[in-house]
């Protein structure tokens, strides 16, 4: 079954420092991996995502990930962060077979947080 | 454009009574989910529609019923609430399903307390 890890419940880091946002993942076959962030009372929104190609992807607001098949991550990646990035950060997989299911499962998320 | 719309955004609820949940979009998504988003557990599918009139059970679907009779809308039916079902609900919609046409857009939430 696939399945999504992200270790770190909270990172702290200071404004103008690199950040990351640790994901694993598990699934059979070729990933399809996302990176959603959701701020206070509002629904998820994408950032960015890895479908095949390259294995640095870049996103919104200056946010990057890299794809690591043999440690099987997808880490997400800032080189400097900003206050207004504090927020829950959710890391999400689908199986990249043509028969798969309409899901996408979601890990449990990692809440970032930048000081001034 | 509105993208995807939940209403209402805050609702409490007694032990035994129903609700619906409202969702609707306006971008001509064929597929529509809902999920349930519990504190440190990450989101969990409980439906999901690949088109009108066709719906199939995700991974927490008990105690909840779906009906999707147009493409802008997907209810979520609760009918004898459960403090199990407190919880923040959110819609969201895509495109289709392959890989490149997600993600999916969300919806801001319905928080429903069950007392």
């Known amino acids: 079954a696939q399945s999504v890890a992200q270790p770190e419940d909270q990172v702290n880091v200071a404004e103008g420092n690199p950040l990351t946002v640790k994901c694993t993942y598990s699934?059979?076959?070729?990933?399809?991996l996302f990176w959603y962030v959701q701020y206070p009372n509002r629904g998820l929104q994408f950032l960015l995502k890895y479908i095949t190609g390259d294995n640095l992807v870049k996103g919104s607001y200056g946010f990057e990930a890299e794809f690591n098949k043999s440690q099987t991550s997808f880490h997400l990646k800032k080189p400097s962060a900003l206050v207004s990035d504090s927020a829950l950060y959710f890391c999400a997989v689908r199986e990249g077979r043509r028969d798969s299911s309409y899901k996408l499962i979601f890990g449990s998320g990692t809440r970032l947080l930048v000081r001034p | 454009n509105a993208g995807v719309t939940q209403t209402p955004k805050f609702r409490i609820l007694k032990i035994g009574q129903s609700m619906t949940l409202q969702c609707a979009q306006d971008m001509n998504h064929n597929y529509m989910y809902w999920y349930r988003q519990d504190p440190g557990m990450g989101l969990k599918l409980i439906y999901y529609s690949v088109g009108a009139g066709i719906t199939d059970k995700g991974e927490v679907p008990n105690g909840y019923n779906v009906s999707r009779s147009t493409t802008e809308d997907f209810p979520l039916r609760l009918e004898l609430a459960a403090p199990s079902q407190t919880s923040v609900y959110f819609c969201?919609?895509?495109?289709?399903?392959?890989?490149?046409?997600?993600?999916?857009?969300f919806g801001d939430g319905t928080r429903l307390s069950i007392l």
């Open positions: 699934v059979s076959g070729n990933p399809y």
């Open positions: 969201a919609s895509s495109y289709s399903n392959t890989p490149s046409n997600q993600p999916q857009h």
